[in-house]
T-cell receptor
């Protein structure tokens, strides 16, 4: 099993450009999450999807949108990238929202210039 | 709200030394507690967890005990190896908060041969 996969691994954007980060899991998990990781700040939750068809804001949702395309896939979109969104982005999944053992993808390193 | 505080790194040790990483938390409700590990260039992996007071989580020689009276969940390993070099994150989740994880800032550990 691949677990949680993310594409791309690296991306450089100019301010104002848009892009979508892709995430897929093959563990038949119900819940999926997007985090950003910044130095010294741990991981902060951007958005999550407790189950297919639902999405909710996390701690830092501003500037992002998400789509739970189906049970496997959960994408994160930056409509107009800003330098403050330079970060490492992680997708994660868990069996259900009531089980907090989350499985993480390898991350996407995004730089906005 | 919920928060996790862990000691800042980096922590530099020699092989076979004893490792302790302190973690304390504040939570509204009864949290489950976790330690995640991030090896260089990878996503986070669950290392161990504890779901109620006085539980001890253990894995790969690491241990942590859920101490409700001191709101702590310190990570320990008796004899570290170079392969333990990584960033360690303490985290909690509370059912009332939808079981979303709240992370500490991470502690980088470097083990030298």
């Amino acid at each position: 099993n691949a677990g949680v996969t993310q594409t791309p691994k690296f991306q450089v954007l100019k301010t104002g450009q848009s892009m979508t980060l892709q995430c897929a899991q093959d563990m038949n998990h119900n819940s999926m999450y997007w985090y950003r990781q910044d130095p010294g700040m741990g991981l902060r939750l951007i958005y999550y999807s407790a189950s297919e068809g639902t999405t909710d804001k996390g701690e830092v949702p501003n500037g992002y949108n998400v789509s739970r395309l189906n049970k496997r896939e959960f994408s994160l979109r930056l409509e107009s990238a800003a330098p403050s969104q330079t970060s490492v982005y992680f997708c994660a999944s868990s069996e259900m929202a009531g089980r907090s053992e989350q499985y993480f993808g390898p991350g996407t390193r995004l730089t906005v210039t | 709200g919920n928060s996790v505080t862990q000691m800042e790194g980096p922590v530099t040790l020699s092989e076979e030394a004893f490792l302790t990483i302190n973690c304390t938390y504040t939570a509204t409700g009864y949290p489950s507690l976790f330690w995640y590990v991030q090896y260089p260039g990878e996503g986070l992996q669950l290392l161990l967890k504890a779901t109620k007071a006085d539980d001890k989580g253990s894995n790969k020689g690491f241990e942590a005990t859920y101490r409700k009276e001191t709101t702590s969940f310190h990570l320990e390993k008796g004899s570290v190896q170079v392969s333990d070099s990584a960033v360690y994150f303490c985290a909690l989740s509370v059912t009332a908060a939808g079981n979303k994880l709240t992370f500490g800032g991470g502690t980088r550990v470097l083990v030298k041969p």
